[in-house]
């Protein structure tokens, strides 16, 4: 902590205004691991690499890794087989990577570092070895618009299979920096730089703030011989023995969580009172295990109004316990009907009432929601995503309907939860949970008693829009 808070101080420190570049590589500097090898794995497994592609790549990489090749000689090995692919195709591919396999591995801190430039209005840019189709969906996600990068050249909207010189690697990358220095006249002796790579050294030489970021381990001797700071992010790539042990916990607490319910409701007759003792039980000690600390902005909305509707912008496998934690009881849910299936969530999800529904048909879907309905008028609340599915990143998804048309028909008000950062815990498809502080603002709730089914649209689009406000605030 100590080392990210001298990281954020040295750019407060730093002059403001455009005339600052803030220089980012991408490979284990604005995500964890290398975008090359999820983009070729990807056209791999998916068959789309052909023999020929295969085969030059795996010896331009050999020949790179033991010295007998350049990065240009890389370059040429591995695209050669695309002359005549149209580069549409890779522009496609490249997204797909990037929504799959990489999006999720964004490090929280970069996301933090990019924020904390822009509020100094420094000039941000990326500067990579990787060619658009690996950085420019990163970069559309990050906002940034400056990318300089190795470039492949075609012709009418075709590869030639040859690659632009230079390269943006080694000197290149140098040359990169000097080139944006030159088009927006930032002093270079004020501009920071921030990679993993030994073979970033011409342009960490360069600028007069080099950042050295998870380097490799000729980089960190570099920087300890030249007092360059090092910082490491944790947060994603390959979780350590405690984040491991702290999720299991996480997970086992489970357990004694239902016994002590369940005994509570035996004793008193009360399944409700069950549930109520297991889900705050399970969600407090699961949070508390797991070292995530939630921070709760508007705690007071969450009890004005009961039984309520309580939505929340959907990004992690968390977003329920963190939920529980904040509503506490007398609350059901609402899921998709694979979680049914589960042999743990689903008996303990059935018997808290929740409603599990096939989000492929809609007609089905909605008469699911009947019985969730019918809990709100008997004075139970719901806690709903609208959003349907989990989110790769922090940008809001489309809202659902069936929130809105639950709390209009039991008539009860809706309370909107954002969170702000539910992902640096746990983002979409991992395993281990990460500890973090989590950031939830509850908003005041919103009456639902004068709603019509054709105002609908313009009421999910205002409170849509209220999210949006405090994503970007």
């Known amino acids: 902590m100590p080392a990210k808070a001298n990281l954020f101080r040295e750019i407060r420190r730093a002059p403001q205004g455009p005339k600052v570049g803030a220089f980012f590589d991408v490979d284990r500097t604005l995500l964890a691991g290398f975008s090359a090898s999820a983009f070729y794995r990807e056209r ?10 295969a085969i030059s790549t795996i ?18 090995a591995s695209t050669a087989a695309w002359r005549g692919l149209s580069e549409s195709t890779l522009i496609e591919i490249g ?13 929280p801190e970069s996301r933090a570092l990019l924020r904390a430039h822009r509020e100094r209005g420094h000039t941000v840019a990326i500067i990579s070895s990787a060619t658009p189709y690996q950085v420019d969906p990163l970069a559309r996600e990050l906002e940034i618009e400056n990318v300089m990068c190795t470039r492949l050249e075609v012709e009418n909207g075709v590869f030639t299979g040859d690659v632009l010189k230079p390269t943006c690697f080694g000197e290149g990358k140098r040359l990169a920096g000097e080139e944006l220095a030159n088009r927006f006249d930032l002093d270079l002796s004020e501009c920071f730089f921030y990679t993993d790579s030994s073979d970033d050294l011409p342009l960490l030489e360069a600028v007069g703030k080099p950042c050295p970021l998870n380097p490799d381990s000729m980089l960190a001797q570099i920087s300890k011989e030249r007092g360059w700071p090092v910082r490491r992010f944790q947060s994603r790539g390959t979780p350590g023995v405690e984040q491991i042990a702290r ?18 409701g035996l004793i008193n007759r009360s399944q409700r009172e069950a549930v109520n ?55 059901t849910g609402v899921g998709k009907k694979e979680i049914a299936n589960n042999p743990i969530f689903g008996p303990i999800g059935k018997a808290a009432g929740a409603v599990f529904i096939d989000r492929a048909d809609r007609a089905r879907a909605i008469e699911a929601l009947e019985p969730a309905v019918d809990a709100l008028k ?63 603002v509850v908003l005041p709730p919103v009456d639902t008693s004068s709603w019509t089914r054709e105002t609908l649209d313009d009421e999910i689009a205002a409170i849509r829009d209220r999210y949006l406000e405090v994503l970007e605030g």
């Open 247 to 264: 999720s299991a916990l996480a997970l086992a607490s489970l357990l004694p969580s239902v016994v002590v319910g369940t005994t509570v």
């Open 59 to 76: 010896r331009g990489t050999t020949g790179f890794l033991m010295g007998r090749t350049g990065f240009s000689g890389l370059m040429a």
């Open 95 to 107: 997204q797909e990577v990037f929504d799959k396999h990489l999006a999720t591995k964004i490090y």
């Open 44 to 53: 791999l497994l998916s068959g789309r690499m052909t023999p020929a592609e």
């Open 378 to 440: 008997q004075g139970r609340s719901l806690i709903i995503a609208p959003e349907g599915t989990r989110q790769p990143t922090p940008r809001l998804g489309r809202f659902k309907k069936g929130a809105f048309h639950m709390a209009m028909q039991a008539g009860v008000p809706i309370v909107p939860v954002v969170f702000r950062n539910a992902l640096d815990a746990l983002p979409k498809d991992a395993l281990v949970i990460r500890q973090a502080v989590v950031e939830a």
């Open 277 to 331: 003792v297991a889900g705050s039980m399970w969600s407090d000690l699961s949070m508390a295990l797991s070292g995530v600390d939630l921070r709760v902005e508007g705690e007071e909305h969450l009890w004005t109004h009961r039984p309520a509707v309580f939505i929340f912008n959907h990004q992690s496998a968390l977003d329920a316990p963190l939920m529980l934690k904040m509503v506490r009881r007398d609350v």
